[in-house]
């Protein structure tokens, strides 16, 4: 069945550093790709999505290009804040059907000032 | 546009008891998801709604788990005789008629607690 795969976390950086999270995907067809993100104690919001090869999704200062010769979606940013400190998820969904979407394990982000 | 909402936030509850958890997704959606998400897990799907209709079920799902979506609006998870391994955070979302990339918008979830 469809996976996703991310880097363990924590990810600790200090604000204003570059930021990779790396997310690998196993799937059938062409699926969408998203990022969401979970700040503490809140629920999952959308970050940014792509839905077919070489798109690039954007939001925020954050981006992530679907490579579908490599199978991944990589979230990058230039320089965080103390304020991305969250908890990232990659995650897929097929595009027919019900479209359920299949969630890596997360990689939680530290950054400190 | 007042977002999915989800009632209540936490649960506690005795092993052996039935719980049953309330969400109310943005009012011209007509998809509806109910998750699971354990602690250093990502989310895991459980039912899926189209209008009224349950057109989706996990093997997650055991018998004891039960989802309804009467009229097409809000939708109610119901767990009979709660086990410890049911303690989870819930997590419902919500999303517009199906079209590639079409994205999901989630609720603050429940927290379920089995003791």
């Known amino acids: 069945g469809d996976s996703v795969t991310q880097m363990e976390g924590p990810v600790t950086l200090s604000e204003e550093a570059f930021l990779t999270i790396n997310c690998t995907y196993t799937?059938?067809?062409?699926?969408?790709l998203f990022w969401y993100v979970q700040y503490p104690g809140e629920g999952l919001q959308l970050l940014l999505k792509a839905t077919k090869a070489d798109d690039k999704g954007s939001n925020k200062g954050f981006e992530a290009t679907y490579r579908k010769e490599t199978t991944s979606f990589h979230l990058e940013k230039g320089s965080v804040q103390v304020s991305d400190s969250a908890v990232y998820f990659c995650a897929l969904s097929g595009n027919t059907g019900f479209q359920k979407l299949v969630f890596g394990t997360g990689t939680r982000l530290l950054v400190s000032p | 546009d007042t977002g999915v909402s989800q009632d209540p936030r936490h649960k506690i509850t005795k092993r052996g008891q039935n719980v049953t958890f309330r969400c109310d997704p943005i009012?011209?959606?007509?998809?509806l998801y109910w998750y699971r998400q354990t602690l250093g897990q990502g989310p895991e799907f459980l039912t899926y709604?189209?209008?009224?209709?349950?057109?989706?079920k996990s093997r997650l799902l055991s018998d004891r788990f039960s989802a309804e979506r009467p009229k097409g609006s809000f939708s109610t998870l119901e767990i009979q005789r709660t086990e410890q391994g049911d303690s989870a955070m819930y997590l419902c979302?919500?999303?517009?008629?199906?079209?590639?990339?079409?994205?999901?918008?989630f609720g603050p979830g429940t927290r379920l607690t089995v003791t």
């Open positions: 979302a919500s999303g517009p008629k199906p079209r590639v990339g079409n994205e999901q918008y």
């Open positions: 709604f189209q209008n009224e209709a349950q057109l989706e």
């Open positions: 799937a059938t067809g062409y699926p969408s």
């Open positions: 009012s011209e959606h007509n998809r």
